[in-house]
């Protein structure tokens, strides 16, 4: 008995892919070992994976590309000048309400979120940023000592 195989062809290699290797992905065939991801090569799954205009991206690449383009073709978003006059420079109360804070942390300079900010004198801080300029450790909002906006401990305060 001889064995024919299938007919379908791996989209990345263009080589037959046999059942025992194939991974199926909106429709088209792929070798497992050429399910990968179009910017880093990482290995995915279908669990994590992404495909726009037949590329495949992990989550994180995905993301990445996507949220910065803002738009899920493969072209970035370049507004013609009377496009771009055109569009409201404030901000809707609705974007507003998902845009996030708009505080800005006072050591990074990144914007602050709710679950991760520290409020100390009317500056903001990532718990991550809220350390001792001079030693590194942690601050609590009752063991720190600023001076001319320098964030101390206790003991190196001192």
Aim: aromatic residues 12%; contains cysteine; proline residues 3%.
């Amino acid at each position: 008995m001889a064995y024919y195989g299938t007919n379908q062809k791996c989209k990345a290699c263009d080589k037959t892919v046999h059942f025992v290797e194939m991974m199926s992905a909106d429709g088209v065939s792929y070798h497992k070992s050429c399910f990968k991801c179009t910017h880093c090569n990482g290995r995915l799954a279908m669990s994590n994976y992404s495909a726009v205009d037949g590329q495949l991206y992990c989550k994180p690449h995905f993301e990445q590309r996507f949220r910065e383009t803002g738009s899920f073709t493969s072209k970035k978003f370049q507004p013609s000048s009377k496009q771009g006059d055109q569009l409201n420079k404030n901000p809707s109360k609705v974007s507003s309400f998902f845009s996030g804070s708009q505080d800005k942390c006072a050591v990074c300079t990144k914007t602050v979120y709710r679950l991760e900010k520290v409020t100390m004198e009317g500056e903001f801080y990532h718990k991550s940023c809220f350390r001792c300029a001079h030693g590194g450790c942690f601050l609590t909002t009752s063991s720190y000592a600023a001076l001319d906006g320098i964030l101390h401990c206790k003991p190196h305060f001192a």
